[in-house]
């Protein structure tokens, strides 16, 4: 199982990035995924999610301004992030939950500058 993160970037605060999580080894269509972050000395927190069948959950501070979605045809799953503000800094996880099992992608760096 591979999870291949991108979009990560430097932005200003007020800006906007788009997150994608390429999936393979997994039947994608039946995995639930989602978007965690870790910024530096915290621990990591769910930011968003969205199970096979499409239903989503967001942490509160995200709530209004990301936007998770899953293309099934591309194996991929997005986040949509606007209104980026410094607190959003962090390195973002992208994650499947499969056949009852976690898997976990490398990290894509998100930086907002303020």
């Known amino acids: 199982v591979q999870l291949q993160a991108s979009g990560g970037g430097l932005v200003q605060a007020g800006g906007s990035l788009r997150l994608s999580c390429a999936a393979s080894g997994i039947i994608f269509s039946i995995a639930d995924m989602g978007w965690y972050r870790q910024a530096p000395g915290k621990p990591r927190e769910l930011v968003a999610a969205i199970t096979s069948v499409s239903h989503t959950n967001y942490a509160d501070s995200v709530k209004g301004r990301f936007t998770i979605s899953r293309d099934n045809a591309e194996n991929t799953v997005y986040l949509q992030m606007n209104t980026l503000q410094a607190e959003d800094t962090a390195v973002y996880y992208c994650?499947?939950?499969?056949?009852?099992?976690?898997?976990w992608g490398r990290g894509t760096e998100v930086t907002v500058s303020s």
């Open positions: 994650y499947a939950n499969y056949v009852r099992r976690d898997y």
